[in-house]
């Protein structure tokens, strides 16, 4: 009997992020483009950051023998395209590039509402009263809407 080739990994969510802007993780070309539109965006900050699952990714190691070609995370930076990637994103594509988007990539979101009309969103989160903009521009060139997602924090109970 063969062993299994599958894994379960814990990772911090702030390298993955990182990998997909550094192209350490890329998509395969078949994936298809990112489609989210704010209201799934917004669904899915208010979940992690409640600490509900949100599912599990599913990446290929590269270097076996097939060789997908690979192209990096929507609104990854330009020289990314030059990385060779550790690992191809097969499931979950939608997630993190929708997160990468909202934190890492430094520009408001170009996106689409449920009914399909574009906008430009920035992403706030409130912490206790007190708003954590998840994108900083010095001089915004496009008015964007400003959503905020409340956090709650509870505090462990004795």
Known sequence: MVGSTFQTNP????????????????????????????????????????????????????????????????????ETKNALPHSLLLDGQQRMTSLYQVTLRGKVVETVTPKNKKVNAGFTL????????????KKPLLVCRRIELYVLILAARD
């Open 11 to 78: 990772y911090d969510l702030y390298k993955l992020l990182d990998d997909c802007h550094r192209g350490v993780i890329q998509l395969p070309d078949f994936q298809r483009s990112w489609v989210w539109d704010e209201e799934r965006i917004k669904s899915l900050i208010a979940s992690i950051s409640r600490a509900f699952p949100v599912g599990a990714l599913m990446t290929l190691d590269t270097g076996g023998e097939v060789n997908f070609k690979p192209r990096p995370v929507e609104g990854a930076p330009t």
């Open 126 to 137: 409130t912490f206790a009263r007190r708003s954590i903009p998840l994108l900083t521009m």
